[in-house]
């Protein structure tokens, strides 16, 4: 079977399983369709919120920016894993026997205010959409490299295809379609990685082999990438940082407690029957998510060295990588590179005419490099590749069977559509549940209020589709910017809600509303308001990056800080919350079964 009809069916026979699924375990209430009826079993739970938690970013994205950053990578595996722990052990539990489904609906009972859960629902808004830009991105260069159609054209049938499932299911249909889901993109992440590690080093774990020695050398596999990265005048893969070390410690704790802050991870611990089950499948989550977590900077560093191997012969035959016939030919190029030069995302130019390829850092500030370089006549870099392909090429560049990379295909839509999903129901709860039924409408009917959610996910799909098809970055970067939204505006408000008693409305809606903007406010200078290109405004804030060198994508630790310390300050000044209020906050701390009793305080 050649290898387009291999992808095909595979794509085909994953997405007839999912919306089987959706349509077997369709939502009949709204308790179903916000919160899968609160029947999940914990293990499975566990799964749907692997699957809910690794998007697009995860799956296609994050392993194509480790393999382009190194070491610098490692502050999404450190931000995304952390954060998912706090999530977990600091904040799910509590919110869990709160007892409310959404996250605008706890700070507005908890804050004693509608005008707190507007605000709430402004922030979960304005971070789940940007998230599905991201996810919408993911999608688009997954179905562009296997349906062999463009990137836009990629987003248009994702969009079709997370409607389907996700407007006709409901939590329940997306808890079951995750697990699925969850089982496909695992399988479709290790095999392939398995394979690629044997084939390099002869160990079939690949967190082992990216630190064994390569097959029939005595050299490790980082140390031969260090070397060619280095010759052809990149940074260092073991050492060389994201920007400066405050900017990496700023943006990994940026994505840490954005991570914590997630209302579609939140969401998925009001699907299990108790607060133990929830602890339980926090729990068996990170099991699930730490097999991706572990097994990425494996793919990341192979995927490099493979990739150089392919382009240049001189990688795996030893030699002078700057040789003339090192290089391989333009007309020799493998059919994988053919095929994803067709979705524009791998780009080759012949600069200097010479009919090779020539893949090397020509911004390098490597004097040998460039010496070596100029010596060989090369007049520039002339292969483009962007990060978001390294995942879904790997297998191809490593020419594994075809089943394989079907497998992959499956896998990254898996990914994408999963997380898409978790984000559309989180949208879709604020809107009707928390805005329209919690708000404007308390009168609205059952049936009157799914409907709402409905048509509030309609419109999700069609936004977050429109702003795919022209992202402010990669998958990885744009999912960074909605965790530091996130960071900035609701992790506060949560950590405040639980652990301070004290805290008021006042406080904590002047926070979120500080938080929020400050970091709308450097992100949109960067990136264009509304991520709209061409509406950058750099020169009001003295050019890029200029609070410290930090990043946008990693201001959103920043935002929080503005945040707390607005909301304190306000809370100082205006009256106490209720005395009921600070029970409240005092009886949810305290575990069930505890000898102190409520009236006991």
């Known amino acids: 079977m050649d290898l387009q009809t291999t992808i095909y069916l595979m794509v085909g026979l994953s997405f007839a399983l999912y919306i089987g699924i959706a349509v077997w375990a369709r939502a009949g209430t709204t308790s179903e369709f916000y919160s899968a009826g609160g029947s999940v079993h ?8 692997g699957a809910d938690w690794m998007s697009a970013a995860s799956f296609i994205s994050m392993a194509g920016l480790i393999a382009n950053m190194g070491y610098g990578g490692a502050l999404f595996l450190m931000g995304w894993t952390g954060g998912y722990v706090l999530l977990a052990m600091l904040l799910a539990p509590y919110l869990r026997k709160f007892g409310k489904f959404t996250v605008p609906q706890f700070i507005g009972d908890r804050f004693y205010s509608k005008g707190a859960a507007m605000i709430a629902v402004l922030c979960l808004l304005t971070a789940s959409l940007t998230y599905i830009i991201g996810q919408m991105t993911g999608v688009g260069v997954a179905f562009a490299r296997f349906l062999g159609v463009s990137a836009d054209v990629g987003i248009y049938v994702g969009m079709g295809i997370v409607f389907l499932y996700a407007v006709f299911g409901g939590m329940k249909g997306i808890t079951y379609t995750q697990v699925a889901q ?34 029939g050398t005595d050299m490790s596999l980082l140390a031969k990438l260090d070397g060619v990265v280095t ?33 579609h991870v939140i969401m998925r611990f009001f699907t299990v029957p108790t607060v133990k089950d929830a602890r339980s499948s926090a729990g068996w989550a990170l099991v699930f998510i730490a097999i991706l977590y572990t097994t990425a900077p494996a793919v990341a560093a192979m995927a490099k060295l493979n990739l150089h191997a392919t382009v240049n012969t001189a990688v795996v035959k030893g030699g002078d990588l700057y040789a003339p016939e090192a290089s391989i030919q333009a007309e020799g190029r493998p059919d994988w590179m053919k095929r994803w030069e067709k979705t524009g995302l791998l780009k080759f130019t012949d600069k200097n005419g010479d009919g090779r390829i020539q893949y090397y850092n020509d911004k390098s500030k490597n004097p040998d490099a460039v010496a070596k370089a100029t010596a060989a006549g090369w007049k520039g870099n002339e292969l483009e590749v962007n990060a978001d392909i390294i995942v ?49 409408m308390p009168e609205i009917s059952e049936k009157g209020e799914l409907l709402a959610g409905k048509i509030a996910m309609a419109v999700a799909i069609v936004v977050s589709g429109y702003l795919g098809l022209n992202p402010p970055g990669f998958a990885a970067g744009t999912v960074a910017l909605a965790f530091g939204i996130a960071a900035s505006s609701l992790f506060p408000a949560i950590m405040m809600g639980i652990f301070s008693k004290k805290m008021n409305k006042e406080g904590a809606m002047a926070g979120m509303l500080a938080g929020l903007f400050i970091t709308l406010f450097y992100v949109f200078a960067h990136k264009g308001i509304f991520f709209i290109k061409g509406t950058d405004f750099l020169p009001l804030i003295g050019g890029a990056n200029p609070f410290f060198g930090i990043t946008p994508e990693a201001f959103g630790a920043i935002g929080a800080l503005v945040n707390f310390a607005v909301a304190f ?15 409240m906050v005092e009886s949810v701390r305290i575990p069930r079964g505890s000898k102190i009793v409520d009236g006991a305080h």
């Open 42 to 49: 914990p293990v499975l739970n566990g799964m749907a919120t």
């Open 182 to 215: 969850y089982i496909v993109l695992i399988l479709a992440y290790t095999i392939p990685a398995i394979f690629i590690s044997l084939q390099l080093t002869g160990n079939f774990l690949p967190q082992l082999g990216l630190g064994s020695t390569m097959t």
């Open 231 to 263: 010759d052809l005048g990149f940074g260092k893969y073991t050492t060389t940082t994201a920007g400066s070390t405050l900017n990496m410690f700023v943006y990994t704790m940026s994505l840490m407690i954005g991570t914590a802050g997630l209302p």
């Open 392 to 440: 879904l090429a790997n297998p191809e560049i490593a020419l594994l069977p075809n089943w394989v990379i079907g497998l992959v295909a499956a896998g990254g839509l898996a990914a994408a559509l999963s997380t898409a999903a978790g984000l559309l129901m989180a949208i879709s709860s604020a809107v009707s549940h928390d805005l329209i039924k919690g708000i404007f």
């Open 569 to 583: 300050a306000v809370d100082k000044v205006t009256p106490e919350p209720p005395e009921h209020i600070q029970h």
